[in-house]
């Protein structure tokens, strides 16, 4: 992964672990004062299931790049960065978000496909225009954010950047004449 797009997903998944960390210290407090039969009634609930589970991921994907961020930057000796304990930590993490994700896919909760689709407003988001002429003007190029589903109800949109074509020189001057 290029080093931007790790910043870039760093400070996305910081975005979005903060309110979410934020809601789950504050539904714990809450559930202090409550009884046996509130809490299991709240841990049950498939919106409660569902942002425990995207923090357990944001958090778990933070985490990733964070690590492989430090190693990569700080530790310089080739032998650490290769090691076969850096790998195992890696994998671990890969284990454990493919089985949050086979949780999601037991609770009927699906990604939403977008890298190389047709924009779907419905299902997506653009965030960026990204000037490509091998792909057709809307088609998603990179997906920034994963977007959800639960059954045909959308839960969250992918966040996307979309192609469009380049523009020519004389387009260009074109228009800063007409302003």
């Known amino acids: 992964m290029k080093a931007s797009r790790k910043w870039i997903f760093q400070r996305i998944s910081a975005l979005i672990i903060a ?20 809490v299991i009634n709240f841990f049950s609930k498939p919106l409660f ?38 790998q195992k930590v890696l994998d671990h993490l890969d284990i454990v978000k493919k089985d949050l994700i086979s949780i999601f896919k037991k609770n009927n909760i699906e990604e939403i496909l977008a890298v190389d689709k047709k924009l779907d407003p419905n299902l997506h988001q653009a965030m ?25 109800r959308l839960l969250r949109p992918s966040l996307v ?15 800063k004449t007409k302003k």
């Open 161 to 175: 950047a979309v192609s469009k074509k380049t523009e020519k020189n004389d387009e260009k001057i074109e228009e």
């Open 19 to 38: 309110p979410l960390i934020i809601w789950f210290l504050i539904s714990l407090i809450s559930l202090s004062t409550g009884d046996y039969n509130s």
């Open 49 to 86: 299931l569902f942002l425990t589970t995207i923090l357990l991921i944001t958090g778990f994907f933070h985490a990733k790049i964070g690590l492989s961020e430090i190693f990569e930057d700080y530790i310089h000796d080739e032998k650490i960065k290769n090691s076969d304990l850096l």
């Open 128 to 152: 960026m225009e990204v000037e490509d002429d091998n792909k057709e003007a809307g088609t998603i190029v990179q997906e920034i954010q994963k977007g959800f589903k639960m059954k045909d």
